[in-house]
């Protein structure tokens, strides 16, 4: 094996980084577990394949891009009216709960930490306190969708993962800074802590609105380059931000982020994709090099006082914090319980940990615990890490705070008929989401108060957000039926969901019945239509939904009586009391209920259809009238 150089350890981090996280997702567990661990066994301790303290001072200019983006990344995920929803109890965890946190932090390590090392001091202690203020999206994110949280609980611990990574970093910085100041310094620094992030969130506004506006002509940018053009633009912000004001850049690219995912631009969904990815390239990354750069010998050295200074923070500081914060909310009392017992610690408060070992021992000072203090850091995150990766789950059910399953349909396309469908189902009792790559279709939709996901239903993290595995079924309702059979495949080959519906076309052009069940889906309304027609005649108002039901005592064998005229379409029949959508595998019987689209103009026809084959006009309001 050649001499490790800093170009071979940077590659092997990437490279380890990924590998861990894909072995985590086939193991369905916290990919930050194995990332530690590939740290720990390629670093020096083990293997030496890693070495961190080869990059220099190359690793701090590293660690500080690479978090730039995650937590821009953080930013672009969150929803400005869901964090609207719940602002009282998001602004109160990252403002008096940060506090607490920090005193609690403080308290807990003075208490516990000097037992394990004989220079720990109060210094350090309040240093560890400001750092394990922050959770981090990079763990609380793929948490909540794994465990597939309710709102709002899901809403508040990741809009808290991304807001308090830079309040806690810029105060944990601060504070190092005044750490063996005066008092009256001491408070001197609490103001800069808050002018730090109200410079950098004043920067991350301009920053943010500035990248929207070049990003939303649509000539402006040429097409492939708006993802690489944005990243060059976060790299730019974060560091011009530093350069301004001292350590404001994290509050500024968090607050850009926001800024253009709640802009919606042709470009968003590719840049939420492409950010998704670069984010889990960076996370395996710093987590490797960082787990390297801990020497087991200082994690061991602690024993039994940090174990106990974490369980402190988990079962008294926690706890204590969210139900301060949350008093006179409206949250019930099982989500205040859940929020309580939720904090995984990520990327930022490892990053800003290492940092501070390095500055401690360059410190001429008899304090240089530095290395004491990431290992305790690090052993707080791995703790937090697997505790709640793996007690989440079943805490999660015990607490009746996850998604139901097998409940409502997610449905690729937000045409005018996909819309109408929806909302039929929706008024039957069914949780819908439409999912669009046309800006204008989706603000239709979610004018209409449809839940709907911006973005191509192809792509895996866009198909991740419709949680299929909670539903009913999927329906891929588009105009292309080609991209409606690769739909239903992916979501077939990725995910456990019941049912899948395809709409063909109406020609002899179109994809054939088998290819459609070799894919494991059935053929939505019976038969190909013409979607485009339907979605133009509701989009004009000259269609609408109706119910119909028949009295019959008995049908006859194998009749199909709604696939004669396209003066209607089949949209979905009741069974087991709810409804479903209508396929090429519904056999009519007598005591029918059913949903059928009629087209205006030619109601008669459809009428007389319908009564000849015994359906009359069911008694309930006509589903067209539906919101």
């Not at 983006?69 to 709960?97: C, Y």
């Not at 930490?113 to 400001?130: I, K």
């Not at 991740?464 to 080959?493: H, K, Y």
Request: hydrophobic share 55%; aromatic share 4%; charged share 20%.
């Amino acid at each position: 094996m050649p001499e490790p150089n800093p170009a071979l350890t940077v590659g092997l981090a990437l490279s380890a980084g990924i590998v861990a996280q894909i072995v985590a997702r086939h193991l369905a567990m916290p990919g930050i577990v194995l990332l530690l661990l590939a740290g720990v066994l390629l670093g020096p301790d083990v293997a030496n394949l890693i070495q961190p303290e080869m990059l220099g001072t190359a690793l701090r200019v590293l660690v500080g891009f690479a978090v730039a983006v995650i937590l821009f990344d953080g930013g672009l995920n969150l929803d400005i009216r869901r964090l609207r929803a719940e602002g009282q109890a998001i602004r109160r965890l990252v403002t008096f709960g940060a506090f607490i946190t920090a005193l609690g932090g403080t308290l807990a390590a003075q208490f516990f930490m000097p037992h394990a090392v004989p220079g720990w001091d109060w210094r350090l202690s309040a240093l560890f306190g400001t750092l394990i203020i922050v959770t981090g999206p990079t763990v609380v994110t793929p948490l909540v969708r794994r465990l597939r949280l309710r709102e709002p609980v899901s809403t508040i611990l990741e809009a808290e993962g991304v807001l308090i990574d830079p309040i806690g970093a810029i105060i944990a910085v601060v504070a190092l800074e005044v750490l063996y100041a005066s008092d009256a310094a001491i408070m001197a620094g609490l103001g800069t802590a808050a002018a730090v992030l109200g410079a950098g969130a004043l920067i991350g506004l301009i920053g943010g609105v500035v990248m929207a506006l070049l990003l939303r002509p649509r000539k402006l940018v040429p097409p492939g380059l708006e993802n690489i053009f944005v990243l060059s633009l976060v790299v730019t912000l974060f560091q011009l931000s530093d350069t301004l004001v001292h350590d404001s850049g994290l509050a500024a690219v968090v607050v850009a982020g926001i800024i253009v995912g709640n802009v919606r631009t042709r470009s968003t969904r590719q840049l939420l994709d492409f950010k998704e990815q670069l984010t889990v390239l960076m996370i395996g990354l710093l987590f490797v090099l960082l787990a390297a750069d801990v020497r087991m010998a200082e994690v061991t050295a602690l024993g039994l006082p940090a174990l106990a200074t974490v369980g402190a923070l988990i079962l008294i500081v926690r706890p204590l914090q969210v139900w301060a914060c949350t008093a006179g909310s409206r949250l019930a009392i099982r989500e205040r319980i859940f929020l309580g017992m939720m904090a995984p610690r990520g990327i930022v408060a490892a990053a800003v940990a290492s940092l501070f070992a390095a500055q401690l021992l360059e410190r001429d000072d008899p304090v240089a615990e530095g290395p004491a203090l990431r290992a305790l850091v690090f052993v707080v995150i791995a703790v937090t890490v697997a505790l709640y990766g793996i007690a989440g789950g079943p805490l999660s059910r015990w607490l009746g705070l996850k998604q139901p399953t097998a409940n409502g349909y997610a449905i690729l396309g937000a045409n005018d008929l996909a819309i109408a469908i929806a909302k039929r189902l929706r008024g039957d009792g069914h949780e819908l989401v439409l999912i669009d790559s046309n800006v204008d279709q989706v603000e239709r939709a979610r004018a209409m108060g449809l839940d709907v996901i911006h973005g191509q239903g192809l792509q895996a993290a866009v198909l991740a957000q419709a949680e299929p595995d909670s539903r009913l079924g999927c329906i891929a309702l588009t105009a292309n039926e080609e991209v409606n059979l690769l739909f239903a495949r992916a979501v077939r080959d990725e995910t456990r969901v019941p049912a899948v519906y395809v709409a063909l076309r109406h020609d002899d052009a179109s994809v054939p019945l088998e290819q459609v069940h070799d894919a494991g889906a059935t053929v939505l309304f019976g038969r190909g239509r013409r979607i485009n027609l339907w979605a133009e005649r509701f989009e004009h108002g000259t269609a609408r939904l109706e119910d119909w039901s028949r009295e019959l005592d008995a049908a006859e064998e194998g009749e199909d009586p709604l696939d004669q005229d396209d003066a209607l379409v089949p949209i979905a029949i009741r069974r087991r009391s709810r409804l479903r959508p209508w396929d090429d595998e519904v056999a009519l019987g007598a005591r029918e209920e059913i949903v059928v689209a009629i087209d205006e103009s030619l109601c008669d026809r459809a009428e007389e259809l319908l009564r000849a084959h015994g359906f009359g006009p069911a008694n309930r309001e006509p589903a067209g009238q539906t919101v």
